[in-house]
């Protein structure tokens, strides 16, 4: 049974950090570009990054650039978030997920494989 677990979220303040962790099981991942999505309240699920299979290729969304880094150990079958400089508006539910393609995709809609999510809530 193909599984991918988060890991990392918790209660933080305004300017802190925090690393999410994604752990793959079932299968390997390490073909696959993953991405990590985030859901708000009342929002729909937005893309944050993505990653391609050996970590060359990189995006992020534009309020992340410059505070996320995606990164993956493909011996692990792990991808991570590190997340600095966290906003009150960073809050959400994060999820990480597998593409079916062969390029790192910005699209909810190419992933076919979710985590089940882990909360990131940053007060003021």
């Known amino acids: 049974q193909v599984q991918l677990v988060e890991s990392g979220g918790g209660l933080v303040q305004a300017g802190d950090s925090l690393r999410l962790s994604c752990a793959a099981s079932g299968r390997t991942f390490n073909y696959n570009p993953m991405g990590w999505f985030r859901q708000a309240p009342g929002k729909e699920r937005e893309f944050v990054a993505t990653?391609?299979?050996?970590?060359?290729?990189?995006y992020y969304t534009d309020s992340v650039k410059g505070r996320f880094t995606i990164s993956r150990d493909n011996a692990k079958n792990t991808v991570y978030l590190q997340m600095d400089s966290l906003k009150p508006e960073d809050t959400a539910v994060y999820y990480c997920?597998?593409?079916?393609?062969?390029?790192?995709?910005?699209?909810?809609?190419?992933?076919?494989?979710w985590g089940q999510g882990t909360q990131v809530t940053v007060s003021s």
């Open positions: 997920a597998a593409t079916r393609t062969g390029a790192p995709s910005t699209n909810r809609y190419d992933y076919i494989y």
């Open positions: 990653i391609n299979w050996n970590g060359a290729i990189t």
